[in-house]
C-alpha cells in the first residue's frame, strides 16, 4: 500500500525576536530581529514555495502575556513573542511572489465582527486565487480583553458560544448573500451584476446583528479553509462541526492519537466525513547532515536558550506567575487552582523525554519550553527526523506537520534542503502540488468549496427549504422575503 502523503506548513509569528524558541534572536545567524520588514517575509514566502509546502501559518494574539512577575517585563526584556505585528498585512506581498503556498491567518471571534472579518477574509481570498485559511480563535487572556476595551475575558464555554453564531454570520455572508450567477460583468451590455441575486443578510441573534450584503462578491474559495485548535471539549464541539484542518499542541503520539480519535469520532456524529479533518500537530525538528551535526546545531540552541522568557511563556499558557519559584528546586504547584492540570503536562513532558526520574525544575521546565515547548523537537538526520514523522502519521492517523522553527531561516532552510527530499523519496511528500496554481482548499481536500457534508455548506444559494408563503428557510433559519 502506497503511504500516506502528508502536508508541512511553517508556523510564524509576525513579531521582532523570539518565538517558538526564545533566546536565539541573538545569534549572529538568526534573522528573527528583522521581522519588521518585508524581506523577511517575501524570503520565507519563496523558501516555502521553493519546498512545496502548502502553508505558511501565522499564530496570532492582542497584547501579550503579564502573568511572570506581574508584567510583561521578563519577556520584552528577553525579545521573546513581543514587537508584535498584525499578520494579515503581510499576506499580499506574500502571495505575489508565490503561486502555490497558502497563507493561513490566525483571526479571533471574541474581538472581531462578522461582516468585518468576512470582507477581510473575502478580499483575501481573491487576491491570492483561493490561498488563504482562516485559524479560528476565541483568545483567552485577561490582558487582551483589556486591550480590547473589555472589563474581563468572556468565560471559556460563553467564547465558544460567541464563536459558533459568529460562524453562522460569516457563512451566510460567504455562502447565501451571491448567487453563483450573479456575476456578469459583461462589457457589450454593460450588464455587472444581478440584484436580483444578492440578497441582503438579515441576522438577528443573542450576540450578533448584522443587515446588509456581502461586500465582496463570491471569492474563489467563497469560504475560507478553517483551522482550529481548541482540545477543551467545548473546543471539540466546535471543531467537529467546523473545522477542516485541526493544528494539535500535543506533546507526543499517544495524546496526539487519542485527541484525533477522538474529534474524527465527533465530526462523524455530526454527519461528516472524519477523514475531512485534517491534523497538523506543531513540531519542531533540529536536523543535521549527520548526527554530529544535528547534535551541534542542538547544543548551539541550548546555548541561546533563554530560560526566564521559557518560564515567561509557560505562565502566559498556564496563569501561574513562576517567577517566585527558585530555579533549581522541585516545582512545588501545591495550592494552585491548576496544579493538577500543570502536573499531567508535565508527566507528558517527561514521557517525550524518557526521562521518569529528574524532577522538574522551573529551569528544566524553561529550558523545555526555550526549545520547543509543548511540542515535539526530534534531533538527528533527515532520515532521523522522517523516521518520527512517519511514527506519528502511522501511529496517530496525522495529515501532516506544522513546523516550528529554532533558529531562522536555517531551521526551516534544513526542512527545505534536507528532510523534504527524504520525505519525497519515501513517498510521504509530493513532488509537486497536487493543483499547481490551485486554492489552498483544492491543494489540502482536493475541492474549491466547502464539502458538501460540512455544516458551512447548509447555507449556500439554492439550499433553502420552502416554509410559508414568502418565506423561506436556510438551516432551519425564518428567511423573510428571501432573506434571513
Given at each position: 500500500m502506497a503511504p500516506k502523503q502528508i502536508r508541512l506548513s511553517f508556523l510564524e509569528l509576525a513579531n521582532t525576536g523570539?518565538?517558538?524558541?526564545?533566546?536565539?534572536?541573538?545569534?549572529?545567524?538568526?534573522?528573527?530581529?528583522?521581522k519588521d520588514r518585508l524581506k523577511y517575509y517575501l524570503d520565507l514566502a519563496r523558501l516555502a514555495d521553493r519546498g512545496k509546502i502548502s502553508a505558511i501559518f501565522f499564530?496570532?494574539?492582542?497584547?501579550?502575556?503579564?502573568?511572570?512577575?506581574?508584567?510583561?517585563?521578563?519577556?520584552?526584556?528577553?525579545?521573546?513573542?513581543v514587537a508584535h505585528m498584525d499578520p494579515l498585512l503581510l499576506i499580499s506581498a506574500m502571495a505575489a511572489v508565490t503561486e502555490n503556498v497558502a497563507f493561513a491567518v490566525t483571526q479571533s471571534?471574541?474581538?472581531?465582527?462578522?461582516?468585518?472579518?468576512?470582507?477581510?477574509?473575502?478580499?483575501?481570498?481573491?487576491?491570492?486565487?483561493?490561498?488563504?485559511?482562516?485559524?479560528?480563535?476565541?483568545?483567552?487572556?485577561?490582558?487582551?480583553?483589556?486591550?480590547?476595551?473589555?472589563?474581563?475575558?468572556?468565560?471559556?464555554?460563553?467564547?465558544?458560544?460567541?464563536?459558533?453564531?459568529?460562524?453562522?454570520?460569516?457563512?451566510?455572508?460567504?455562502?447565501?448573500?451571491?448567487?453563483?450567477?450573479?456575476?456578469?460583468?459583461?462589457?457589450?451590455t454593460g450588464f455587472a451584476f444581478d440584484g436580483d441575486k444578492i440578497r441582503k443578510i438579515e441576522h438577528k441573534g443573542r450576540y450578533f446583528q448584522l443587515s446588509g450584503r456581502s461586500q465582496v462578491h463570491p471569492s474563489p474559495q467563497r469560504t475560507p479553509v478553517l483551522f482550529q485548535a481548541g482540545t477543551s471539549k467545548a473546543g471539540m464541539a466546535f471543531a467537529a462541526k467546523h473545522a477542516e484542518g485541526i493544528f494539535l499542541n500535543t506533546v507526543n503520539v499517544s495524546q496526539a492519537a487519542k485527541t484525533v480519535s477522538d474529534m474524527r469520532a465527533a465530526a462523524a456524529a455530526n454527519g461528516r466525513d472524519p477523514q475531512s479533518l485534517k491534523f497538523f500537530p506543531c513540531i519542531m525538528p533540529i536536523i543535521g547532515r549527520t548526527q554530529e551535526e544535528a547534535q551541534a546545531k542542538y547544543?548551539?540552541?541550548?546555548?541561546?536558550?533563554?530560560?526566564?522568557?521559557?518560564l515567561a511563556q509557560f505562565s502566559g499558557y498556564t496563569g501561574?506567575?513562576?517567577?517566585?519559584?527558585?530555579?533549581?528546586?522541585?516545582?512545588?504547584?501545591?495550592?494552585?487552582?491548576?496544579?493538577?492540570?500543570?502536573?499531567?503536562?508535565?508527566?507528558?513532558?517527561?514521557?517525550?523525554?524518557?526521562?521518569?526520574?529528574?524532577?522538574?525544575?522551573?529551569r528544566r521546565l524553561g529550558m523545555r519550553m526555550a526549545l520547543?515547548?509543548?511540542?515535539?523537537?526530534?534531533?538527528?538526520?533527515?532520515?532521523?527526523?522522517?523516521?518520527?514523522?512517519?511514527?506519528?502519521?502511522?501511529?496517530?492517523?496525522?495529515?501532516?506537520?506544522?513546523?516550528?522553527?529554532?533558529?531562522?531561516?536555517?531551521?526551516?532552510?534544513?526542512?527545505?534542503?534536507?528532510?523534504?527530499?527524504?520525505?519525497?523519496?519515501?513517498?510521504?511528500?509530493?513532488?509537486?502540488?497536487?493543483?499547481?496554481?490551485?486554492?489552498f482548499r483544492e491543494n489540502l481536500l482536493g475541492h474549491k468549496e466547502l464539502s458538501p457534508d460540512h455544516y458551512g455548506s447548509s447555507f449556500k444559494w439554492g439550499r433553502e427549504v420552502p416554509c410559508l408563503a414568502g418565506d423561506v428557510k436556510v438551516n432551519g433559519e425564518k428567511m423573510v422575503n428571501g432573506t434571513h
Open positions: 523570539g518565538y517558538m524558541a526564545s533566546g536565539q534572536w541573538k545569534r549572529p545567524d538568526d534573522t528573527s530581529t528583522t499564530a496570532d494574539w492582542f497584547a501579550g502575556f503579564e502573568v511572570y512577575g506581574g508584567s510583561m517585563n521578563a519577556i520584552l526584556r528577553r525579545g521573546h513573542q471571534t471574541t474581538f472581531s465582527k462578522p461582516y468585518a472579518l468576512a470582507r477581510q477574509f473575502s478580499t483575501l481570498d481573491h487576491i491570492t486565487d483561493g490561498r488563504c485559511a482562516w485559524n479560528v480563535v476565541t483568545s483567552h487572556t485577561e490582558s487582551s480583553a483589556k486591550a480590547m476595551g473589555m472589563d474581563s475575558m468572556t468565560p471559556h464555554d460563553e467564547r465558544y458560544l460567541v464563536a459558533d453564531e459568529f460562524m453562522d454570520v460569516a457563512y451566510k455572508l460567504w455562502e447565501s448573500s451571491w448567487a453563483p450567477d450573479s456575476i456578469h460583468l459583461d462589457k457589450t547544543q548551539v540552541a541550548v546555548d541561546n536558550a533563554d530560560v526566564v522568557a521559557g501561574i506567575d513562576l517567577e517566585p519559584y527558585p530555579l533549581d528546586e522541585p516545582l512545588d504547584l501545591t495550592g494552585q487552582s491548576t496544579a493538577h492540570a500543570i502536573q499531567a503536562v508535565l508527566k507528558a513532558l517527561t514521557a517525550s523525554e524518557q526521562e521518569n526520574d529528574a524532577p522538574w525544575t522551573p520547543g515547548g509543548l511540542h515535539p523537537c526530534p534531533v538527528g538526520t533527515a532520515e532521523e527526523v522522517a523516521d518520527v514523522f512517519q511514527q506519528w502519521v502511522d501511529e496517530a492517523d496525522v495529515d501532516g506537520f506544522n513546523i516550528g522553527s529554532v533558529t531562522n531561516p536555517g531551521s526551516w532552510e534544513d526542512v527545505v534542503d534536507l528532510l523534504v527530499p527524504v520525505l519525497q523519496r519515501r513517498g510521504m511528500m509530493w513532488l509537486d502540488y497536487a493543483v499547481p496554481g490551485g486554492t
